[in-house]
């Protein structure tokens, strides 16, 4: 951990760690998910139906399907943790004390064309800008994904905005600005913000601080996307 990767996170509010687990160590994982798809492809109740609901629901429930013991132990390791405790300053809390462990965060191949409307951005964990680092999320590839594949976006910026002031002439409302993508990305830049599209190799880490807006995206490619998460809250 490099101080220009915490001033990076700092000032931008996430950190790609490529390569950061060996592929040997999620090439099991990935096996097993590919095993687990296969078999809700064929399964009364599985695929074909996760398929017919809404976008973004269809995340939760396929993810929901699916077994994968040991995804905590293999991706959630001292090292990693050792990471996020220097970006915060002190150790995060261990799984047992108070976070769900590790979830995944499974999206359907072809969901439909790749677009930035109609998406649920938010932040899981209210804290001002001011405040010292609430929590680190951390995303996981466990394959490759694609660009528009259906990784999570993130604002990266967006932390040093409270969302919650009234709007001026200068910084209008951020949540009603993502709501319009025509010329998004552009509107954004002149407010010194980012879309950042989790994307990349499996073995890739995502850090994010809590104050960041992120949401689901569609996932407009041939393959399954398989990632995983995990939030690490610092105490008071």
């Known amino acids: 951990m490099s101080p220009t990767q915490i001033d990076h996170f700092r000032t931008h509010g996430y950190l790609h760690l490529e390569g950061f ?10 096996q097993k998910l590919r095993d687990e798809l296969k078999r809700l492809a064929g399964a009364k109740g599985g695929l074909s139906a996760v398929q017919r609901l809404p976008l ?42 108070g976070h769900p462990g590790t979830q995944l965060l499974l999206s359907p191949p072809q969901q439909g064309d790749w677009t930035l409307q109609g998406l649920n951005w938010h932040v899981d964990l209210a804290a001002r800008p001011q405040d010292p680092l609430p929590g680190v999320q951390a995303f996981f590839l466990i394959d490759d994904v694609a660009p528009h594949g259906g990784a999570t976006l993130a604002l ?6 409270d969302t919650r002031r ?4 200068s910084q209008p409302a951020l949540r009603e600005l993502l709501k319009d993508p025509l010329d998004l990305e552009r509107r954004l830049g002149e407010q010194g913000l980012a ?25 407009a490619t041939k393959q399954p996307r398989m990632m995983a998460t995990t939030r690490c809250i610092f105490g008071t």
């Open 56 to 97: 973004f629901q269809q995340i939760g429930k396929l993810s929901a399907l699916v077994n994968l013991p040991g995804v905590h132990e293999a991706l959630v390791t001292p090292a990693l943790l050792d990471v996020i405790a220097k970006l915060g300053h002190r150790a995060p809390p261990s799984a047992a004390a």
């Open 166 to 169: 009234p709007a001026s002439d």
């Open 21 to 30: 687990h060996p592929k040997p160590r999620v090439a099991p994982l990935r």
């Open 156 to 161: 990266a910026g967006s932390h040093r905005i």
């Open 195 to 219: 879309i950042v599209e989790m994307c990349g190799r499996a073995g890739d880490v995502f850090l994010m601080d809590m104050r960041v807006l992120h949401t689901p995206s569609v996932n």
